[in-house]
Protein backbone atom coordinates (compact mmCIF):
# COMPACT_ATOMS: atom_id res chain seq x y z
CA UNK A 1 0.00 0.00 0.00
CA UNK A 2 1.06 3.59 -1.00
CA UNK A 3 1.84 5.64 1.72
CA UNK A 4 0.09 9.04 1.99
CA UNK A 5 0.29 12.29 3.32
CA UNK A 6 -2.49 12.89 5.77
CA UNK A 7 -3.84 17.03 6.53
CA UNK A 8 -4.23 17.78 10.30
CA UNK A 9 -5.51 21.29 11.57
CA UNK A 10 -4.35 22.92 14.94
CA UNK A 11 -6.18 26.25 16.08
CA UNK A 12 -4.70 28.08 18.16
CA UNK A 13 -7.62 29.87 21.06
CA UNK A 14 -6.97 32.96 22.77
CA UNK A 15 -8.54 34.34 25.57
CA UNK A 16 -7.37 37.14 28.04
CA UNK A 17 -3.59 37.09 26.56
CA UNK A 18 -3.42 32.99 26.68
CA UNK A 19 -3.92 30.19 24.38
CA UNK A 20 -5.33 26.69 25.10
CA UNK A 21 -3.53 23.42 24.42
CA UNK A 22 -3.93 19.75 25.30
CA UNK A 23 -1.84 17.18 26.38
CA UNK A 24 -1.94 14.11 24.12
CA UNK A 25 -2.26 10.11 24.79
CA UNK A 26 -1.46 7.83 22.59
CA UNK A 27 1.51 7.01 20.56
CA UNK A 28 1.21 9.36 18.08
CA UNK A 29 2.89 12.29 20.28
CA UNK A 30 1.76 10.65 23.26
CA UNK A 31 2.18 12.75 26.54
CA UNK A 32 2.98 15.76 24.94
CA UNK A 33 1.36 19.23 24.29
CA UNK A 34 0.07 20.67 21.20
CA UNK A 35 -3.17 22.24 19.43
CA UNK A 36 -6.40 21.10 19.74
CA UNK A 37 -7.07 19.94 16.23
CA UNK A 38 -7.55 16.28 14.03
CA UNK A 39 -7.74 15.65 10.61
CA UNK A 40 -9.44 17.24 7.77
CA UNK A 41 -12.38 15.64 6.60
CA UNK A 42 -13.28 15.45 2.87
CA UNK A 43 -15.25 18.58 1.77
CA UNK A 44 -14.53 20.45 5.00
CA UNK A 45 -12.80 24.33 4.97
CA UNK A 46 -9.97 24.42 7.44
CA UNK A 47 -12.39 27.10 9.81
CA UNK A 48 -14.62 24.08 9.92
CA UNK A 49 -12.44 21.66 10.87
CA UNK A 50 -10.97 24.04 13.33
CA UNK A 51 -14.13 24.93 14.82
CA UNK A 52 -15.43 21.48 14.84
CA UNK A 53 -11.65 19.77 16.71
CA UNK A 54 -11.99 22.16 19.35
CA UNK A 55 -15.67 21.92 20.27
CA UNK A 56 -15.42 18.39 19.88
CA UNK A 57 -12.39 18.07 22.30
CA UNK A 58 -12.98 20.79 24.32
CA UNK A 59 -16.42 21.80 24.48
CA UNK A 60 -15.24 25.80 23.44
CA UNK A 61 -16.25 27.91 20.63
CA UNK A 62 -14.19 30.06 18.58
CA UNK A 63 -14.59 32.94 16.56
CA UNK A 64 -12.80 34.81 13.93
CA UNK A 65 -10.98 31.76 12.51
CA UNK A 66 -8.12 32.82 10.35
CA UNK A 67 -5.60 30.95 8.53
CA UNK A 68 -2.28 31.32 10.53
CA UNK A 69 0.38 28.78 8.93
CA UNK A 70 1.50 25.64 6.91
CA UNK A 71 4.12 23.35 8.83
CA UNK A 72 5.23 20.45 6.88
CA UNK A 73 5.48 17.55 9.16
CA UNK A 74 7.45 14.13 8.77
CA UNK A 75 7.25 12.24 11.78
CA UNK A 76 10.01 9.50 11.13
CA UNK A 77 9.70 7.41 14.54
CA UNK A 78 6.16 6.79 13.38
CA UNK A 79 6.38 7.19 9.95
CA UNK A 80 3.18 9.24 9.26
CA UNK A 81 4.28 12.70 7.01
CA UNK A 82 1.63 15.26 7.63
CA UNK A 83 0.83 18.65 6.46
CA UNK A 84 0.02 20.69 9.31
CA UNK A 85 -2.46 24.10 8.98
CA UNK A 86 -2.67 26.18 11.74
CA UNK A 87 -5.14 28.67 12.36
CA UNK A 88 -5.86 31.69 14.59
CA UNK A 89 -9.04 32.10 16.79
CA UNK A 90 -10.55 34.16 19.50
CA UNK A 91 -12.70 32.20 22.84
CA UNK A 92 -16.10 32.99 21.84
CA UNK A 93 -17.88 31.20 24.55
CA UNK A 94 -17.57 27.39 27.14
CA UNK A 95 -15.74 26.44 29.35
CA UNK A 96 -12.97 24.18 28.35
CA UNK A 97 -12.79 20.43 29.52
CA UNK A 98 -11.65 17.30 28.62
CA UNK A 99 -14.33 16.18 26.96
CA UNK A 100 -12.69 12.90 24.79
CA UNK A 101 -10.42 11.96 27.86
CA UNK A 102 -9.07 8.55 25.56
CA UNK A 103 -7.22 11.15 23.42
CA UNK A 104 -6.04 13.48 25.81
CA UNK A 105 -5.35 13.85 29.56
CA UNK A 106 -5.12 17.38 30.07
CA UNK A 107 -6.06 21.28 29.59
CA UNK A 108 -4.46 24.29 30.18
CA UNK A 109 -3.89 27.84 29.29
CA UNK A 110 -0.37 29.29 28.24
CA UNK A 111 1.29 32.23 26.88
CA UNK A 112 5.08 32.28 25.73
CA UNK A 113 6.79 32.70 28.13
CA UNK A 114 5.36 29.66 29.96
CA UNK A 115 5.09 26.99 27.62
CA UNK A 116 4.52 23.07 29.03
CA UNK A 117 6.70 20.47 28.29
CA UNK A 118 7.30 18.51 26.61
CA UNK A 119 5.96 20.36 22.98
CA UNK A 120 4.48 17.90 20.46
CA UNK A 121 7.47 17.65 17.48
CA UNK A 122 5.41 20.28 15.38
CA UNK A 123 6.12 23.10 17.67
CA UNK A 124 9.59 23.54 16.90
CA UNK A 125 9.22 24.16 13.35
CA UNK A 126 6.57 26.26 14.34
CA UNK A 127 9.04 28.07 17.22
CA UNK A 128 11.13 28.55 14.21
CA UNK A 129 8.87 29.92 11.96
CA UNK A 130 7.85 33.70 10.90
CA UNK A 131 4.61 32.48 12.21
CA UNK A 132 5.02 32.98 15.95
CA UNK A 133 5.82 36.95 15.25
CA UNK A 134 2.36 36.99 13.99
CA UNK A 135 0.86 34.86 16.93
CA UNK A 136 2.37 37.10 19.86
CA UNK A 137 1.30 39.89 18.12
CA UNK A 138 -2.90 38.81 17.94
CA UNK A 139 -2.29 37.21 21.72
CA UNK A 140 -1.64 40.47 22.80
CA UNK A 141 -4.31 41.52 21.43
CA UNK A 142 -6.37 39.58 23.50
CA UNK A 143 -4.58 40.36 26.81
CA UNK A 144 -6.73 44.20 26.97
Same mark, same amino acid.
Given at each position: ????????????????????? =????????????????????????????????????????????????????????????????????????????????????????????????? =??????????????????????????
Amino acid at each position: MEKQVKVGVGIFVFKDGKFLL =LKRKGSHGGDTWSLPGGHLEFGESFAEVGARELLEETGLVAGNIQFGAVLNNHFIDVDKHYVSVWLTSDWMEGEEHITEPDKCHAVGWFDFESLPEP =LFLPWQQFLDSDFLEAVEGRLRQTAV
